[in-house]
């Protein structure tokens, strides 16, 4: 069991570095222990958006009601045939994450299959669920049995992770409106984008981030620089898209390249030395 078990952790691993290079990052600078737990959760979402998000030309409802039923079941036995599901359930027991964080995710994955337009109250649910709760997943891991540290970081992580998915509109909003038909801005009509809805929306990121920073300051030291890592990294990649034109964004995928990151590693090694983070 232990082999098997070893197994189904590698391959939440795998999925992370062939999906995500700057969270791979992100969670190598973490402590070591904190490593297949941040694995692990990360293979679950990113199995459940690529239901939604690339499986096309397949009943996706009918997926990810699989899905769904599947993370449950392995939940309830504490075991799965499916290695992704099997190092999920692992982490959900062995730090308490509650269920209804893993109901919020399932259920914003399936918003994604039947809305395209977001009202202010659903992109509100949509953040919560797809992306809050990720961050409150790891942060169980973080401050495992501390419930009064967990509470106390409860926001800023809800806030790292809603600066993040909001950051993942603006660098996708060609993608989702022309590929997918989703607008997950209120109140925007994708051919009127033009700068001062742009200010504003980046306005709202920019608190995002502020407020998630305070939390970041405050992390163990198991957690804080892989965290700040990730944080940068964002931040990076916001910072592209506040010097583009609207015209620009609607056109390009923004990334952060390879020597850009390994500046941001240099220094948040820097920072975390003389005490910044």
């Known amino acids: 069991m232990d082999l098997y078990h070893d197994v189904c952790l590698r391959t939440s691993k795998l999925t992370t570095q062939k999906y995500s290079t700057s969270f791979s990052l992100g969670i190598k600078l973490l402590s070591k222990k ?15 958006d690529e239901i939604v998000d690339t499986l096309y030309g397949h009943n996706q409802k009918e997926l990810l009601d699989k899905f769904r039923e599947d993370t449950y079941l392995a939940i309830e036995q504490k075991v ?3 290695p992704i599901l099997h190092s999920f359930q692992w982490v959900v027991h062995e730090y308490s994450i509650e269920r209804e964080l893993i109901d919020a995710f399932l259920n914003s994955m399936e918003m994604d299959l039947y809305f395209t337009d977001y009202s202010e109250s659903r992109v509100k649910e949509y953040i919560y669920g797809s992306a809050e709760v990720v961050g409150l997943m790891c942060l169980r891991v973080f401050y495992q049995n501390n419930e009064e540290k967990y509470k106390e970081l409860s926001y800023s992580a809800r806030k790292l992770g809603e600066a993040f998915q909001k950051v993942n509109f603006l660098r996708d909003i060609q993608a989702d409106f022309m590929d997918r038909g989703r607008n997950y801005f209120p109140h925007l009509q994708i051919e009127n984008f033009d700068e001062a809805t742009k200010k504003r929306i980046e306005a ?5 981030f502020s407020e998630a920073f305070k939390g970041i300051q405050q992390l163990n030291l198991d957690a804080r620089l892989g965290v700040y890592i990730a944080f940068a990294y964002y931040r990076r990649l916001f910072n592209q898209i506040k010097m583009a034109k609207p015209s620009d964004i609607l056109d390009t995928r923004f990334s952060v390249p390879n020597w850009q990151k390994v ?4 220094s948040a090694w820097s920072r975390k030395q003389v005490g910044l983070i």
């Not at 709202?204 to 995002?208: G, L, R």
């Open 204 to 208: 709202d990121i920019e608190y995002d």
């Open 263 to 266: 500046m941001i590693l240099a």
């Open 34 to 48: 904190l490593h297949n737990p941040i694995y692990a959760i990360y293979g679950f979402v990113r199995y459940a």
């Open 80 to 82: 799965s045939t499916n």
